[in-house]
C-alpha cells in the first residue's frame, strides 16, 4: 500500500524560509513523477512544483519559481519541497502526490506565514 507523509510545516515570518519533507512508504521512486501541491482557505487545491525521472527538469508554478526547489532523495524514498523567501500567500496546508497513484493523498502539512 502506498503511503504519503509529509512534513516539516509551521509558522514562519515572511521572508524566511521552511523545507517540507514526504516519505513515500509501499513506492519505489525509480521511475517517478511526484508533485507538491497546496491548498489555501477557502481556495482549490493547485499544483505547485512536479519532478519527473524521465523528464528530469522540475516544473515550477509560476507563483512560487525562484523561491521553491523540489528535489528527491531516492536512498530515502523521500522528496523535499524547499521554500524560501516565502510570503504571507504562501500560508496553506501542503501535500505531496505521486501522479500514478491519483486517489492517495496525504494528511499534509500545515504552512503560516506571518506578514
Known amino acids: 500500500e502506498v503511503q504519503l507523509v509529509e512534513s516539516g510545516g509551521g509558522l514562519v515570518q515572511a521572508g524566511g524560509s521552511l523545507r517540507l519533507s514526504c516519505a513515500a512508504s509501499g513506492f519505489t521512486f525509480g521511475d517517478y513523477a511526484i508533485g507538491w501541491f497546496r491548498q489555501a482557505p477557502g481556495k482549490e487545491r493547485e499544483g505547485i512544483s512536479c519532478l519527473s525521472s524521465s523528464i528530469g527538469l522540475p516544473f515550477y508554478a509560476d507563483s512560487v519559481l525562484g523561491r521553491f526547489t523540489i528535489s528527491v532523495d531516492n536512498a530515502k524514498n523521500t522528496v523535499y519541497l524547499q521554500m524560501n523567501s516565502l510570503q504571507h500567500e504562501d500560508t496553506a496546508v501542503y501535500y505531496c502526490?505521486?501522479?500514478?497513484?491519483?486517489?492517495?493523498w496525504g494528511q499534509g502539512t500545515q504552512v503560516t506565514v506571518s506578514s
Open positions: 502526490h505521486l501522479l500514478a497513484y491519483p486517489a492517495i
